[in-house]
């Protein structure tokens, strides 16, 4: 299983993206070798305009659909956790989204994720290429 970070769906999502040819490259990967896939809700709608963020709905509803993609519910353990790594990792400037999902890979024992946000590698979690 790997997780799809915001920033994944971002660059396969926004043409303009400074990641957006490598992330379609490493998404098609994944479908093919059919993977599945695992993301939280995501602040999409902070980082593109309305009419990408509604293309991206489209096509995390037909992911979960078809099976390809299981969404993450951060419970009240969880957000616990999450605040115990917000607290521990000062200096790493982290944000409370990056440890809901450090603790959302952690409960699934994923270690790659699809991501451009180095924040992850400081908790171990290999960035896929």
């Not at 799809?4 to 971002?10: H, M, Y």
């Not at 993206?17 to 995501?42: G, K, S």
């Not at 521990?88 to 790659?112: H, M």
Request: charge should be negative; hydrophobic fraction near 45%; glycine fraction near 4%.
């Amino acid at each position: 299983m790997i997780f799809v970070d915001t920033g994944g769906w971002i660059a396969i999502l926004n043409r303009r993206d400074q990641h957006h040819q490598e992330a379609v490259t490493i998404f098609n990967t994944l479908q093919q070798q059919q993977m599945h896939l695992l993301t939280t809700d995501t602040r999409l709608r902070y980082d593109t305009n309305h009419s990408i963020a509604v293309m991206f709905l489209n096509r995390i509803e037909l992911l979960v659909e078809t099976g390809v993609l299981t969404i993450a519910e951060i419970d009240r353990d969880m957000f616990e956790k999450a605040k115990a790594f917000f607290r521990q990792y000062d200096s790493a400037r982290l944000s409370f989204t990056d440890c809901t999902s450090f603790v959302v890979c952690q409960e699934n024992n994923i270690f790659e994720t699809f991501a451009f946000d180095q924040h992850f590698s400081i908790m171990g979690i290999q960035l896929l290429r």
